[in-house]
């Protein structure tokens, strides 16, 4: 079994070790529970970016449509039958909700990231590089 020698920085860092308060503790947690609803925020951005991506492309579909034909429109598990226009109508109403919710969903993550950026920068000012908060 071959031994690993400390460094002159494992010594050092080891040498120094920082107490980790409650309010520390308690930053550490809030950090990690962002991290985990920045990740599911971003997995439901990419299915709303998904679904927007749908629309649009069933709505490039449409404008090739015979207007004297009803098309097949899925609400719910049952598809209907209804004109073309009102077909349209209705995607242009889903495909604005659609956006609504991508907007939203940006600026809860933009700002869950401002929260996360500044317990990153007191975190490190505190524990320096004996905490990883890479993410």
Not at 39 to 60: F, G, P, R, W
Not at 88 to 105: F, Y
Request: proline letters at 3%.
């Amino acid at each position: 079994m071959q031994r690993r020698m400390l460094t002159k920085e494992d010594e050092e860092a080891a040498g120094e070790e920082i107490e980790v308060r409650r309010e520390d503790q308690n930053k550490i947690n809030r950090f990690s529970r962002l991290h985990q609803r920045e990740l599911m925020i971003q997995e439901e951005l990419k299915t709303k970016n998904k679904e927007k991506e749908e629309l649009d492309d069933i709505t490039a579909e449409l404008e090739l449509g015979d207007e004297d034909e009803p098309v097949p429109y899925k609400i719910g598990d049952a598809f209907f039958h209804v004109p073309l226009p009102q077909a349209q109508e209705m995607l242009a109403i889903t495909g604005a909700r659609v956006d609504e919710d991508i907007n939203g969903l940006e600026e809860k993550l933009e700002t869950l990231r401002d929260e996360m950026t500044e317990l990153k920068v007191q975190l490190y000012a505190r524990f320096g590089k004996t905490i990883n908060l890479e993410t």
